[in-house]
């Protein structure tokens, strides 16, 4: 019970200051627009092309954007569940926190609900400005919870990956430079931002198995064609799984990094 | 008088081999107002972090309020309050969100939460401007705001580590009234580490001077500076006076515990204590007397001479830990953008 509580107020704290931080708000819709506006676009002439939308099997590539927009968002977002505990160790917050009887298990928990929360609010935002834009969610509001739980727990993956390498990683420039070096790659060797049709047959290969495309399979799935649940349950299964497991090896990290 | 901290034979030795503690023993009374003395890295922070249960102590036998806290974390939490030397507030919150953030930590209900900050935040003059983020308070406010969070779920014991760190007379003197305040209205007890020697003269009713893990002394300030040879009442005689009877009637107060006569005639009189109260005897014992006299001058033993007798000259900077530099460079920084 405490565990709940505890790893709620640990959750707050971090909101409020995402919400305050007029930036990161800002930012968090001026980057789908920007994706949206540029890449749609640009890429949507392309695929105006009904020759090269058959073969890529894309009709309208800003709905097929969108996920991967998504997906994107919350991959950037999860490195900030590890610096807020670098941050909290540096100014002696975490100390603070361990000291309060609080269970310790809150402390990672509640910096991934933050992200998990942060990310929800996000993947709102880009449904709103894709849909601003013209895309159309097959799948209706239904669908949109739908898409928010499925990027929400790819979001705790990032989150409690971040959080577990802030156990050894001290500094956040260092964290920042180590999150990025790892999502960047993953992200261009999805499905998130181009079909795999329109891959090589490596890079096809490497996306198979890329968790990235998990994430994006039931996303896209939802905006694009409706409830067809053996499209949508593998994917999921896999996200939900894996957040499982990241963070209770991000639990496991942080139990040993903070006794001393 | 019951004991509220027992510590027997303490030893912390961290991961990386540094024996941080080595062997201390001591305790502290229910309402006193304990001083840890000690150069840096001597071992402070760490004792009071391995006393909060934040640190699991390498050997020793630890009880707080007659508990084993190395099997009762919790319960020893939630009897003690602490400070931190680094003053930890998150400065993208108001100080409002701190301190009752802080209570839902101690699992305090909503209602409890409130009446408590307001109360306290009012004690500690910072009600005014609760809605203000913290990031906007001066270091002296912050360090406030610290110990005032300290209290919220009203520990029996509260430990102070550096609350008076960088902070300009005034303030400091604010702090130490708060600190006696709490022990006079809520008998908590107070364990607190400082590097001004004045401040632990003053206020400590015992100190403790630890170097290198091991503590060199232990006592009441008054007992710690009459071992070392107390106050030192210098006085000069009319060139043609004989001060010999009265020399001889100084001598039999209890506290005079030597008279000597230095190289220009002055003697030297080494008393343990309350040497002002003699200084009156002397003059009136002279009048009675009909002796003269020149010049005189009282210097007060200080506790610096205690430390520093104990922990030596030398600078401990090898020894200064890195969160202490990296806060340091942060409050400098703070106030230079101020
Ligand atoms: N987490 C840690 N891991 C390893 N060594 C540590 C750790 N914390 C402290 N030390 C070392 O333990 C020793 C005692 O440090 P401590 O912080 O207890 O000293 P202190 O008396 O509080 O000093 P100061 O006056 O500088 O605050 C130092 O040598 C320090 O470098
Ligand atoms: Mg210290």
Redesign the interface.
């Known amino acids: 019970m ?1 565990l709940l ?2 790893t709620w ?1 640990i959750a ?2 971090e909101l ?2 995402f919400l ?2 007029k930036v990161r708000v800002v930012v968090t819709l001026v980057q789908p627009i920007l994706w949206l506006g540029l890449m749609g676009n640009m890429m949507g002439k392309v695929f105006d092309n009904p020759y090269v939308a058959q073969a890529m099997g894309v009709s309208n590539y800003m709905a097929f954007m969108t996920p991967g927009i998504i997906i994107m968002t919350v991959l950037f977002g999860g490195v900030f569940g590890g610096i807020s505990i670098v941050w909290d160790r ?4 975490l ?8 269970h310790r298990g809150a402390i990672p928990f509640g910096k991934t609900l933050a992200v998990m929360i942060q990310n929800g609010i996000q993947v709102l935002a880009i449904v709103g400005i894709a849909a601003a834009f013209g895309v159309h969610f097959e799948t209706g509001f239904a669908g949109i919870l739908g898409l928010m739980i499925v990027a929400m727990f790819f979001g705790a993956i990032l989150s409690s990956i971040s959080l577990s390498l802030a156990a050894s990683i001290k500094t956040m420039e260092t964290l920042m430079a180590i999150v990025n070096f790892l999502t960047m790659p993953l992200m261009f060797t999805s499905t998130a931002l181009f079909p795999s049709e329109a891959m090589p047959n490596w890079l096809a290969a490497i996306a198979r198995i890329n968790p990235v495309t998990y994430a994006v399979g039931p996303i896209r799935e939802l905006v694009l064609h409706g409830w067809d649940w053996s499209k949508i349950l593998p994917g999921l299964a896999v996200i939900v799984g894996l957040a499982i497991l990241f963070m209770l090896i991000s639990q496991l990290i942080f139990q040993r990094a903070t ?2 | 008088m019951s004991k509220t901290i027992e510590v027997e034979n303490l030893v912390k030795v961290y991961r990386n081999g540094v024996r941080a503690v080595d062997g201390l023993s001591f305790s502290v009374d229910k309402g006193e107002i304990f001083g840890f003395l000690g150069p840096n890295g001597a071992g402070k922070s760490t004792t009071i972090k391995i006393l909060i249960g934040l640190v699991n102590p390498t050997e020793g036998r630890l009880l707080v309020n007659g508990i084993d806290i190395t099997k009762h974390t919790t319960e020893i939490k939630r009897a003690t309050g602490y400070a931190s030397q680094e003053t930890a507030i998150d400065d993208r919150l108001t100080a409002w969100e701190n301190i009752t953030l802080q209570g839902h930590y101690y699992h305090l209900n909503g209602r409890e939460i409130r009446t408590r900050s307001e109360e306290i935040l009012r004690m500690f003059d910072l009600y005014e401007r609760r809605n203000d983020l913290a990031e906007t308070f001066s270091g002296g406010m912050l360090k406030r705001l610290d110990i005032a969070e300290a209290l919220i779920h009203r520990p029996q014991i509260l430990f102070l580590d550096e609350p008076t760190l960088g902070l300009d007379v005034q303030t400091r003197q604010v702090i130490w009234t708060y600190i006696e305040r709490l022990r006079e209205e809520h008998g908590m007890t107070i364990f607190v580490t400082t590097h001004y020697m004045e401040e632990a003269d003053t206020l400590c009713d015992r100190v403790t001077i630890i170097d290198r893990g091991t503590i060199k002394a232990i006592d009441r300030p008054e007992a710690l500076k009459a071992q070392l040879g107390g106050d030192v009442i210098t006085v000069s005689f009319s060139a043609n006076s004989e001060p010999t009877s009265v020399l001889e009637r100084i001598r039999q107060i209890e506290q005079v515990l030597s008279i000597e006569k230095n190289g220009n005639g002055a003697h030297r009189i080494m008393v343990s204590e309350e040497g002002e109260k003699i200084v009156p005897q002397l003059f009136a014992l002279c009048e009675k007397e009909g002796i003269t006299i020149d010049a005189v001058s009282l210097k007060k033993a200080s506790l610096d001479d205690v430390y520093l007798h104990y922990t030596g000259h030398a600078m401990r900077n090898a020894e200064e830990s890195k969160e202490t530099h990296f806060k340091a460079r942060m409050m400098r920084g703070k106030a230079r953008r101020k």
């Open positions: 405490t509580t505890d107020f707050k704290r409020i200051k305050r931080t540096r100014v002696g917050y100390e603070k926190l361990l000291a309060a009887p609080i006794t001393d």
